[in-house]
């Protein structure tokens, strides 16, 4: 697979500095998901094949610059093909963002709902070797059901989960990005898990309705015997030979939560051999859809530390869906209050269980990593 992104100057377009730029005006081609650099006049065209554009900034002065000074470019019978002009021949054009280092390759699929990249095409895309490198896929769809778009994604090893709490922070930004919009925007958007509302704050950040947890067993899933209420809520789950206390909710997907093995006093995240442990939660027979694990830490009751071990994506840097699921499982164990602090290893995220809706609200950033092309 070759990727345009990541191997030639002339096609590759990072932001200069994505911690000094204002988060709304990220840096990226301008005509980058315009149809209309396919038909730029000749003269046009050249210049921009013989300047590498490493920014759109230095392209747009470094041509104007050349104009006004009257350069001729000599003709050529077939141009180079440029980043911008291999837009219509076959490649896939993306924008790679990261939500506290939860990293997804976005996809403009607005004109279909059918997604442009198998589920094996993805996962050779996420490949931190031979692809591009993310932990999932993201096609922004046209919406269903009133809702303004639809949010899929696939993980890393290809398969659909419902939804993606970080993924859908860059959802919005990339949507913001495709549409022109600057500044406080919400949208509505239909996801596996149902409606979602993420809305862009004028600081950049996204603070997203995630919608209710879902605590009844049957729908979690789990197979673990639940509560008088439907609720697993700080059972005991054998794995490995290590008896841990769980608490499962679902926030349209599945999530594993503890804050230990039984008897455990305070679980010390940053020891924990995710790799050796994580796979054994996500595969255990107990859970029919597999399932993402949390190992969270109780700083106090607002402030949370957690790791997360991913289903179809391993451990990750940071996990939405996970902090909201953690968030929701400490307020059941009566470990913190509803709205709190929860640090990931990519950075912390704000979480609130409202009790006035009984939603579940998610703050964090999401940022442009770099734009680029790959043939598929
Ligand atoms: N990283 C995501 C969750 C992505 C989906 C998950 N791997 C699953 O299969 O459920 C998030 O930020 O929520």
Redesign the pocket.
Same mark, same amino acid.
């Given at each position: 697979m070759a990727i345009a992104a990541a191997t030639s100057a002339s096609t590759t377009t990072l932001p200069s500095s994505s911690a000094s730029r204002a988060p709304s005006a990220p840096v990226r081609p301008s005509s980058f998901f315009s149809p209309s650099s396919a038909s730029s006049p000749p003269q046009s065209r050249l210049l921009r094949a013989r300047i590498p554009l490493r920014t759109p900034r230095l392209s747009i002065s470094a041509a104007a610059a050349a104009a006004s000074m009257s350069v001729r470019t000599p003709e050529r019978s077939s141009p180079p093909s440029s980043f911008l002009d291999r837009r219509e021949s076959g490649f896939l054009h993306f924008v790679k963002y990261h /939500?506290l280092g939860?990293d997804f390759i976005l996809v403009d699929n607005r004109d279909s709902s059918e997604p442009r990249v198998t589920p094996e095409q993805a996962a050779k895309l996420c490949d931190r070797n031979f692809g591009i490198g993310a932990? #999932?896929v993201i096609f922004a769809m046209p919406g269903i059901n009133g809702t303004d778009y639809t949010m899929r994604?696939f +993980?890393s090893d290809g398969?659909e %989960? *419902? @939804? !993606? /709490? +970080? /993924?859908v922070r860059c959802f919005a930004r990339f949507i913001a990005e495709l549409e022109n919009l600057s500044g406080k925007q919400r949208f509505t958007v239909h996801t596996g898990a149902g409606l979602i509302v993420p809305e862009i704050q004028d600081d950049g950040k996204v603070t997203v309705d995630m919608g209710e947890p879902i605590l009844k067993a049957s729908d979690v899933p789990t197979k673990l015997l639940p509560n008088k209420d439907h609720s697993v809520v700080k059972s005991e789950l054998k794995v490995d030979g290590v008896t841990w206390n769980v608490t499962c909710v679902s @926030?349209g +997907? %599945?999530h594993c939560v503890t804050f230990g093995a039984k008897g455990e006093q305070n679980l010390q995240v940053d020891e924990l051999n995710l790799a050796e442990i994580g796979p054994n939660f996500e595969h255990h027979e107990m859970f029919p859809a $597999?399932t +993402?694990t949390e190992f969270v830490q109780v700083f106090s009751p607002s402030h949370l530390k957690m790791r997360v071990w *991913? $289903? #179809? =994506?391993g451990a &990750?840097l =940071? !996990? #939405? &869906? /996970?902090a909201c699921a953690v968030v929701v499982a400490a307020v059941l164990e009566g470990r913190a209050g509803r709205s709190c602090t929860v640090d990931l290893p990519g950075g912390p995220l704000e979480i609130e269980w409202r009790e006035k809706d009984n939603h579940v609200y998610m703050t964090g950033p999401a940022e442009v990593v770099f734009y680029g092309s790959v043939p598929i």
């Open positions: /939500g939860n932990d #999932g994604i +993980n398969s %989960p *419902e @939804m !993606c /709490g +970080n /993924g @926030m +997907n %599945p $597999r +993402n *991913e $289903r #179809g =994506a &990750t =940071a !996990c #939405g &869906t /996970g």
